[in-house]
Nanobody
Framework: QVQLVESGGGLVQAGGSLRLSCAAS????????MGWYRQAPGKQRELVAT???????NYADSVKGRFTISRDNAKNTVYLEMNALKPEDTAVYYC????????????WGKGTLVTVSS
């Protein structure tokens, strides 16, 4: 069974940095797009950043210039480097990946909480 496991969340002061990781495990033939989404309390889940298998990236306007998404295909892992964090970045961050194994599946991790204090 293929699953995504996030790590790296926590509590940080405004202006600080965190690095999130998401590793895909199981029998995987390939991973297409990977990305990070977030959901703040009382709000809908929103896109943060995505990266394709060709390393083409896309960012939400609210994080451009502060967050960087990258991937390590050998490790089936995607990263999110978050700098200059703001209290409004507080949310549960979810990893997403389109994984090709027995079938092609759109998978989600369980989420990791990021809390930015002012």
């Amino acid at each position: 069974q293929v699953q995504l496991v996030e790590s790296g969340g926590g509590l940080v002061q405004a202006g600080g940095s965190l690095r999130l990781s998401c590793a895909a495990s199981g029998v995987i033939f390939s991973i297409k797009a990977m990305g990070w989404y977030r959901q703040a309390p009382g709000k809908q889940r929103e896109l943060v950043a995505t990266i394709t298998s060709a390393d083409s990236t896309n960012y939400a306007d609210s994080v451009k210039g502060r967050f960087t998404i990258s991937r390590d295909n050998a490790k089936n892992t995607v990263y999110l480097e978050m700098n200059a964090l703001k209290p409004e970045d507080t949310a549960v961050y979810y990893c997403n990946a389109v994984v090709v194994h027995l079938v092609t599946a759109n998978l989600w991790g369980k989420g990791t909480l990021v809390t930015v204090s002012s």
